[in-house]
């Protein structure tokens, strides 16, 4: 089946130290986004890629970062994790008219 | 800009109870209008949406409509199940662009 696929499912990673979370898609979709949710609060939108466009929301924090190496791939890099940082990151696809597809998430613990 | 607001939670209802959860919206355009779901350690799953006015949406005996001249969206299922326990948000996107989440609502149904 076609699908948006986030590894991993859990990741444990230091305080300060790099981390990058991965999402692959089978969609052909040409937008990518990256969301991140607290406690099952409402997503927020950090960045999203229209083919190799990146578009960044004014209120994401410089220490996220992403990289979007071609159509299948797209990774989320938090160059120095805080505990506030701690949280659910959704990758989710879309092809306009078809509406969106989100991967099962990766829940980050920061120790 | 456009937003979403959903009925505050969390909901409580008993098996086979009549299940309403609010949303309105406030948009600029002509949006489409999507209800997620999300299961405990889970990412988003579509549950079902509509993409213009007075077209109803339906899955898993849930359905909504999208309520121009109410802006509104609210989501109903006539018999719950303990199944049915999650969280649900409301959404819109407006011209294929990114999705505005409400805050979503916590439903618990008893057994």
């Known amino acids: 089946d076609a699908m948006v696929i986030q590894n991993p499912r859990y990741q444990v990673t230091q305080f300060g130290k790099p981390v990058t979370l991965s999402c692959s898609q089978t969609?052909?979709?040409?937008?990518m986004y990256w969301y991140q949710q607290k406690s099952s609060q409402a997503p927020k939108l950090l960045f999203h890629?229209?083919?190799?466009?990146?578009?960044n929301e004014a209120d994401t924090p410089d220490n996220f970062q992403s990289r979007r190496p071609n159509t299948s791939f797209c990774f989320l890099d938090i160059r120095s994790p805080g505990l506030g940082d701690a949280a659910m990151y959704l990758c989710a696809t879309s092809s306009g008219v078809h509406g969106y597809t989100f991967g099962s998430g990766t829940r980050l613990t920061v120790v | 800009g456009n937003s979403v607001t959903q009925m505050e939670g969390p909901v409580t209802l008993s098996e086979e109870a009549f299940l309403t959860i609010n949303c309105t919206y406030t948009?600029?355009?002509?949006?489409?209008l999507f209800w997620y779901v999300q299961y405990p350690g889970e990412g988003l799953q579509l549950l079902l949406k509509a993409t213009k006015a007075d077209d109803k949406g339906s899955n898993k005996g849930f359905e909504a409509t999208y309520r121009k001249e109410t802006t509104s969206f609210h989501l109903e299922k006539g018999s719950v199940q303990v199944s049915d326990s999650a969280v649900y948000f409301c959404a819109l996107s407006e011209r294929a662009q990114k999705l505005v989440f409400g805050q979503g609502t916590r439903l618990t149904i008893n057994p």
């Open positions: 969609l052909n979709h040409n937008v």
């Open positions: 948009a600029t355009g002509y949006p489409s």
């Open positions: 890629y229209y083919d190799k466009d990146f578009n």
